[in-house]
């Protein structure tokens, strides 16, 4: 049974995980841009807007990052998703973006790839994510409506704040 130590490790392998043209996914943590995925999720998402840095910057602390880089002199953050998994029966994929003017390059779909392909998501027996808008993106990967809606709870502990 792996320690609090190996999963850590497991979920923070900071690794090229794929190409795709003049881009590269990966999951190194270190090379996400907060500001980016704070300004991102904070003024265009409809999911988070709002929210805090100091909560984007833990969330992505707590969670599997992996951005998209345009690979140029100097790399460009251009898209980012996080998991949220034990690495075992439950993967969360999450805050998924790809910035406006990089759309349509077949971006998201190589992120989804990815993430569905990551060591520390692959083997999960549930994978999920929510999604207003996105339908045919994620139904395209394997995702389907929740076959009982009914059975899917949630809890909004501060919904009276954002963030």
């Known amino acids: 049974m792996p320690s609090h130590v190996d999963v850590a490790a497991f979920l923070t392998t900071a ?4 190409r795709l043209g003049a881009y590269e996914i990966t999951d190194d943590p270190e090379r996400v841009d907060v500001d980016v995925v704070h300004a991102f999720l904070s003024g265009e998402s409809y999911w988070r807007r709002g929210v805090t840095r100091e909560r984007v910057a833990r969330s992505v602390r707590m969670s599997l990052p992996l951005s998209v880089h345009l690979a ?28 406006r003017e990089h759309r349509r390059r077949g971006i998201a779909g190589a992120l989804v790839e990815a993430a569905l392909a990551h060591p520390a998501v692959a083997d999960a027996s549930l994978q999920l994510l929510l999604t207003a808008d996105a339908q045919a993106l994620y139904a395209r990967h394997g995702f389907q409506p929740f076959p009982d809606p009914g059975a899917l709870m949630a809890r909004h ?5 954002i963030a």
């Open 72 to 99: 140029t002199a100097t790399p460009t953050m251009v898209g980012f998703a996080r998991v949220v998994t034990d690495t075992a029966t439950h993967a969360w994929l999450d805050d998924l973006f790809v910035l």
């Open 157 to 161: 502990p501060h919904a009276a704040r």
């Open 15 to 18: 690794s090229t995980l794929r």
